[in-house]
């Protein structure tokens, strides 16, 4: 590590080589804090995001296939955490990549792999949802489990296949090939016709998807809100129709601030790589990105009662007990 020196000479990522990048300096008051801080973030949501996949995975109750969709989201999120959040918070505390050039390659396939999987977990999320919303008398027979875990394997190949062809379309792995870097770099370099192509699918497509599907759902709610009324008001008995449309209006609710969460976080992400605005401003925006995943955990916990019976149980060491993935974690009719 290059504390700040009293000499202020120049030091570099890799001295003996010639073309080493120029290593920039801290003070040792700065490293502490920086290493305190993205450790405790990136356990954080590590640890969130491991109760959301022990939670569904353990209890019985909770196999259904919006929550499959909630676990394979919570899948990626902890990997952001576990993998990405640590080497980034390196590469910014130290201001060197020293990693090497293959592993830059990986990095980058990772980031992109997990960046597009939790945007086609939130389309799929939408879908699930419309049909749970708009089509309630298909979706036993439209969305089943094997359907979703179908889906959700489809999604995370194509997302690894496509971003490792955009990885080596990109020269990722053979930094000596760009002549614009320096050896300790690690950066994204893309030609315009790959920057629309990305554009596009990464982003572009899935947001329209989610955006025109939770519009569509949202006015359904609000028609059947309006019927429901108007039975009620002329004395018959719904009760049970009426607690049902509101237990999916409730999850749709709760996984469209999700969705809305997510976003929030990522359009100004793009907006700014798209202006081509400053690198700070990029990578500031990039971590926005990065501590979204440790926000989902605290949605459930604040909208889902039984995300926090299914803690409680986990940290009391209660899913070691016999039988305990057969514990009926709901008190009431809900999602």
Known sequence: MAYETEDHETQYCFPAINSSCIKGTRSRHEYNIMYVFFSLLSVWTVFLNLLVIISISHFKKLHTPTNLLILSLALADLLVGLVVMPIEATRLIEMCWYFGDTFCGLFMIIIG????????????????????????????????MTKTAISICLYWFCSSAYNTAFAINNRYFDTSLRTDMCYGECSVMMGFAWIVTDLFLSFILPCTLIITLYLRIFYVVHQQ????????????????VSVRRKSERKAALTLGIIVTVYMLCWIPYYICFISVTSSTAIYSLTWVVYVSSGLNPLVYALFYPWFKKTVKHILTLKIFQPASSLVNIFTEHQF
Request: with cysteine; hydrophobic share 45%.
């Open 113 to 144: 792999v997990l960046g597009s999987t939790s945007l086609s977990n939130l389309v799929l999320i939408a879908v699930d949802r419309y049909v749970a919303v708009c089509h309630p008398l298909l979706y036993p027979q439209k969305i089943t």
């Open 225 to 240: 809100v309006k019927a429901i009324n108007s039975l009620m008001k002329g004395g018959k008995c719904v009760m049970e």
